[in-house]
């Protein structure tokens, strides 16, 4: 029955000290919840909110691979209505680059949950940790091993002194039961009576424990023994023993404070931010691609249109040969000519057509997650026309290098990595500081049991009935204190200079690099502005270059209608106009492409074609209605 009553004690424990670990658990989890908030992704898991979750493991979301509704929806007689706004729209749903850009987000928030945890943060993509900080714990401070107040009572030991070093920060708690029947062969029969001692011993303890950022580290254990043996002079038989081991550390120097343990949490929250900007820098350049698709495939339309009228000409030419030798006012040989220029015309739209169908395939791959039957089978008609030519497509250059430094990830990301270095910077110089920590214990010790009382010659003659609850409640009447200080000094500490020194250099280093990209960045701007100006100087040459070849192939043409040209004359003002009007096609092509390098370079191209980054994160699209005051539309 006293056995039953003492399990009974030693689970009632081991059950609190568990939901006192749940509960612990689930505080810790909203600790620092608006600090480490900082990214929008609609993906979120966290840990901690019930006991059996912490074991269980997680499910996470795959990435649909299929296309979306939408690009079915503008297939419209075997053919796929496209416009510009629809393919950013398409983008945004369907391209693998920025679905593979997503998952950035998440495990920037899973790393933030690990350092949560006292783990080491693994950054981001293009993300830089510092070599000189620790490879695992929390910080500076290198939390580690196990607590000594814990152990010693698990074991059954009253000898605890203080609570060590204990991993930051997630609390642990623990059960232990050991059972234990041994006989010893004695030489002597004066101590115990008996010349073979046996025993049956039982020890059970429960423990509980954690660390915090602030270099303290606590535990609390309480233990218990029942033994029987066949000793003669034993005082309980069973003996009951009890003991309670309460230990505190707390770092002073080194390892004190959260700038010092801290430091991969800090980190890892700012890569929240680094994530985000690494993958508004991935859009960026999804959708510059998909705008330079977009226009290359107007462009290459723009050449089948060129090619087909060129064949036009080129067969009204060959008809009007015809009737000429028919009525004996031209030679055969004018004829041969005719439809020799228009053969090649003919391989010349054959050329445009296939460079079309090309184009059309790499934009279906750009907006679809797979090319079905049904998406191969259909031609792409592309609805809008390219960027006519304005006066304010771009900002005057100090407006543009102001707009590039404030807008551009890639500076963005290098002020972020700053920020970290000084963070790491921040634990280093903690870290060169001696060890000093204090310490305090609370470990006082029980024994009970059925006490023997003996007569002179040592027979038990009655007992006296004990058990755990009077083990337990002599612990107050038996106290064992300590409490002290431990000082440790590196005489030379060549590995924390190294450290700091190489943190130092890493800054450095980075300081340098965000120069150079402050200077590409403003070369980039430079050069896009450059393009843009001259790309629109060419239209406008070209334009003037394809009126002045038509007025001549009319010239010619009226006259070779009055018997004053020649076919081959004609056929040279056609080249001349069909050359003219493809070179103002490639101008204008080229001005596209500018205009998406200079929104690229500034990083506006977001913003020039009203995307939102959240549907970016989210694979969904919001149409900006040209209506003022109409709400927007979320196509799915």
């Known amino acids: 029955m006293r056995l039953n009553r003492f399990r009974c004690w030693l689970g009632l424990l081991g059950l609190l000290a568990i939901a006192a670990a749940t509960m612990n658990a689930q505080q810790a989890q909203g600790t620092r919840t608006q600090e480490l908030a900082g990214n929008t992704s609609s993906f979120s898991y966290e840990s901690g909110t019930s006991l059996l979750r912490a074991y269980t493991f997680p499910y996470i979301p795959s990435e649909p691979l299929s296309n979306s509704p939408q690009l079915y929806e503008l297939i419209r007689d075997g053919k796929l209505e496209l416009s510009l706004e629809d393919a950013l729209a398409l983008a945004l749903q369907n391209n693998l680059d920025i679905a593979l850009g997503r998952f950035k987000l998440p495990l920037a928030q899973l790393d933030v949950l690990r350092t949560k945890s006292g783990g080491s943060a693994q950054g981001v993509q293009g993300g830089v940790i510092s070599n000189g900080l620790p490879t695992g714990g929390s910080g500076a401070s290198g939390f580690s091993g196990t607590s000594n107040a814990a152990a010693g009572a698990s074991s059954g030991s009253s000898g605890a002194t203080n609570a060590g070093s204990i991993d930051c920060c997630d609390p642990f708690a623990g059960f232990s039961y050991g059972w234990n029947y041994a006989q010893t062969p004695l030489n002597y029969t004066a101590v115990v009576g008996q010349d073979v001692e046996s025993s049956h011993t039982a020890t059970y303890s429960v423990f509980y424990g954690q660390g915090f950022l602030s270099g303290t580290s606590y535990s609390v254990s309480m ?32 390892g004190f404070g959260y700038r010092a343990n801290a430091v991969y949490i800090r980190i890892a929250r700012n890569d929240l931010k680094v994530a985000d900007s690494v993958f508004r820098q991935q859009v960026i350049t999804s959708v510059a691609n998909v705008l330079s698709a977009y226009y290359t495939l107007l462009a ?7 090619a087909e009228e060129a064949i036009k000409n080129a067969q009204e030419l060959v008809d009007d040969d015809k009737k000429g030798v028919e009525v004996g006012l031209l030679a055969p040989l004018d004829v041969v000519q005719a439809e020799s220029q228009l053969a090649n015309d003919q391989a010349t739209l054959i050329m445009a057509q296939t460079t079309y169908l090309q184009q059309q395939e790499v934009l279906k791959t750009m907006l679809s997650k797979t090319v079905d039957s049904r998406l191969a089978a259909v031609q792409i008609d592309s609805t809008d026309q390219l960027p006519e030519p304005r006066p304010d497509d771009v900002s005057a250059l100090q407006e543009a290098l102001k707009e590039a430094v404030q807008n551009r990830p890639e500076i963005e990301q290098d002020q972020l990595y700053l920020r970290n270095q000084q963070y790491s910077i921040q634990a280093t110089r903690n870290g060169m500081l001696p060890t000093l920590d204090a310490f305090a214990s609370y470990a006082p010790t029980g024994l009970s049991g059925i006490k023997l009382l003996r007569d002179h010659q040592g027979n ?39 450290n700091a020194a190489q943190a130092l250099v890493e800054q450095h280093m980075m300081e340098t690099s965000f120069q150079q990209e402050k200077n590409q960045v403003a070369q980039d701007v430079r050069s896009a502005e450059i393009a843009v100006i001259q790309a629109k100087a060419q239209i406008a040459a070209a334009v003037q270059a394809r009126i002045y070849a038509q007025q001549a192939l009319d010239g010619e043409v009226k006259k070779f209608k009055t018997g004053t040209s020649t076919t081959l004359n004609v056929i040279l003002e056609q080249q001349n106009l069909v050359t003219a009007e493809g070179s103002e096609a490639k101008a204008r092509a080229t001005y596209a492409s500018a205009l998406v390098q200079y929104q690229q370079a500034t990083a506006t191209i977001l913003d020039a074609h009203h995307i939102i980054l959240e549907d970016a994160k989210t694979g969904h699209y919001t149409r900006v209605p040209n209506i003022p005051g109409v709400p927007s539309v979320s196509n799915q």
């Open 223 to 254: 233990s218990a023994q029942r033994q029987t043996t066949n000793a003669l002079d034993s005082l309980f038989n069973p003996a009951i023993g009890t003991g309670l081991a309460i230990g505190l550390d707390q770092h002073l120097l080194k």
């Open 300 to 306: 290459d339309k723009d050449q089948v249109r060129v």
């Open 460 to 498: 038990v003659i009655s007992t006296v009935p004990g058990g755990l609850g009077d083990s337990f409640s002599s612990l107050s009447t038996r106290p064992n204190y300590s409490v002290g200080l431990t000082f440790s000094v590196p005489l030379r500490n060549r590995a924390q200079q190294a």
